[in-house]
């Protein structure tokens, strides 16, 4: 069975300031893996995802994850937050592309000015 | 048009009450999910399908019941619902090629 950890249930940082959302998943075989991004009012868009490669993924809005098979662990970074970037996010783990996802908790990201 | 629409968006219900919650796609994706959204539990998988044929339970299934009518439409049932069925309904999607697509969610509040 397979199941996913975020350590941080709300991360409040300030504008412009660095942040870490951390994952770590536990599973037997092979896992593919995601981050999901759900602004407040809306549904959940995909972030970015680690299927197979390299271990370094982005995405188109300034958000990386490392996938470290060592440290089960998919840690979600930016550089520099915006107030824009006040959302929740979600970690996910599947077997497949397409499979099921099993999903951690969330980290509520607040962005203060 | 939404890729994946479901309806209705927002519903009060009472104790007791049948209701059902329905998704609609136009990916033509044979996969499709029902999740519910609790705060601080995360997305948690009630039923999935496959295909038409083929309906799965998922880690919560108790108290929910679901139907998958065509390729596009997958309904999700509360035969008698009760308050801790309070929660955001998620219906998605998936294929190899576009991995998943979410729905906009439906807001459930049973009182």
């Known amino acids: 069975a397979q199941s996913v950890t975020q350590l941080d249930s709300q991360v409040p940082v300030f504008e412009e300031a660095p942040v870490e959302l951390r994952c770590n998943y536990s599973s037997s075989v092979s896992v593919y893996l995601f981050w999901y991004v759900q602004y407040p009012n809306q549904g959940l868009q995909l972030l970015l995802k680690y299927l197979s490669g390299s271990t370094l993924v982005e995405s188109i809005n300034g958000f990386e994850a490392e996938f470290n098979k060592s440290q089960t662990s998919f840690h979600l970074r930016k550089p520099s937050v915006h107030i824009s970037d006040t959302a929740e996010y979600f970690c996910?783990?599947?077997?497949?592309?397409?499979?099921?996802?099993?999903f951690g908790q969330g980290t509520t990201l607040q962005v203060k000015p | 048009d939404a890729d994946v629409t479901q309806t209705p968006r927002n519903r009060i219900t009472k104790t007791g009450k049948r209701i059902m919650l329905e998704c609609s796609q136009t990916k033509g994706h044979d996969r499709m999910y029902w999740y519910r959204q609790d705060p601080g539990l995360g997305l948690r998988l009630i039923y999935y399908?496959?295909?038409?044929?083929?309906?799965n339970k998922g880690e919560i299934s108790d108290g929910y019941s679901v139907s998958r009518q065509a390729q596009a439409k997958f309904s999700l049932s509360l035969e008698s619902a009760i308050p801790n069925q309070t929660a955001l309904y998620f219906c998605?999607?998936?294929?190899?090629?576009?991995?998943?697509?979410f729905g906009s969610g439906t807001r459930l509040t049973v009182v």
């Open positions: 998605a999607t998936s294929d190899r090629d576009t991995g998943y697509t």
């Open positions: 399908s496959f295909d038409v044929k083929d309906i």
């Open positions: 996910a783990v599947s077997r497949s592309n397409t499979g099921k996802l099993i």
